[in-house]
Each structure stands twice: as C-alpha cells, then as structure tokens.
C-alpha cells in the first residue's frame, strides 16, 4: 500500500512540475541571452560610413510643476505648560516625508518659528507634536499658523490667536 502511494504522489508531482514549463515565461530559452542577442560588428556601420550626421538633441524645456493644496487642521493648541504646543494634521492626503512649519504673523510679514517632520497617518498626514519654547515668540497675543510642505503638497492653516506670557 505505500509503494502504492508513493509511487503515485511521485507521478502527480512529476506531472505538476511538467506543467509548470507550460506557463513558465521564459520557456525554451536554453541559449545564453546575450549570445541571442548579439550582432555581429558589420551590422553597424563605421564613423566613416555614416551617411547623415549625428543630430544634437535639443534641450527640453523645463516643466513648472505644481503643488497640490494641503488642507491643514489645528486640533490643538496649549501655552499652559510653559511652551507653546501645536498638534496639527493634513486632512486630505497620507504621505510621509514632508514637513509642518509653525509660523507666526506680524501683520503682512510671516516668519516660520519652528519646523517638525510629518508622517503617514491611516488616512492623513500627522504633524509631530510641535513644541516651541515662549523665547522664540512675542510676548503677548500672537497669530500663528501651521504650514505643510513637501513634494506634492503645499498648505496652510487658517491662522489663530494665541496668548504667549
């Protein structure tokens, strides 16, 4: 009984591995590939024979590319720690590899205070907790807000208040 078996599972593999050279993608392919692909030195023509000249390619012109808009959302600002404490997400991708910036206004004029790395989040991007020491900021009522760089995306939040002892 188990020559039986033995000699028909020895079959059935033998018969499996057979087939496999059916749908293998490189069937036939025996000879060393660069030896099939190789030309022989006539079939190109010498520096001397050629009847047109080389054209120079052309420079392409260069394309602007364009960042998609980031939509950032604050979910939490705090200055009762003795720092100034932002948590911020991008709403409307996942990507790693860009950056959250903090960035005070002072009427027209920005200035970034502060830049963090971002990260892939299930469905967002999550900024690493931004933390800046009261020393960077005005003392006083500041307007702040959180910008998101990278790539492909570009953002900011809308801007808000905060009161800096």
Do not use: H, W
């Not at 705090?78 to 860009?98: K, M, P, W």
């Not at 900024?127 to 959180?146: D, H, N, Q, R």
């Amino acid at each position: 009984m188990k020559r039986i078996l033995l000699a028909g599972f020895s079959v059935a593999a033998l018969v499996a591995l057979a087939g496999c050279t059916l749908f293998y993608p490189n069937n036939d392919q025996t000879q060393d590939p660069v030896a099939q692909n190789s030309l022989t030195p006539s079939a190109f023509p010498s520096p001397s024979e050629s009847a047109e000249p080389e054209a120079t390619p052309s420079p392409s012109p260069s394309v602007a590319t364009t960042k998609a808009a980031a939509k950032i959302q604050v979910l939490y600002s705090d200055t009762s720690q003795g720092f100034l404490e932002v948590i911020a997400e991008v709403t409307n991708f996942a990507e790693d590899g860009g950056q959250c910036k903090l960035v005070a206004y002072s009427g027209s004029t920005s200035k970034v205070i502060a830049a963090f790395k971002a990260e892939s989040n299930v469905g967002t991007t999550q900024c690493f907790p931004i933390k800046v020491e009261f020393s960077s900021l005005t003392k006083g009522t500041s307007t702040v807000a959180v910008a998101y760089e990278s790539n492909s995306y570009i953002g900011e939040s809308d801007k808000f208040e905060v009161n800096i002892p």
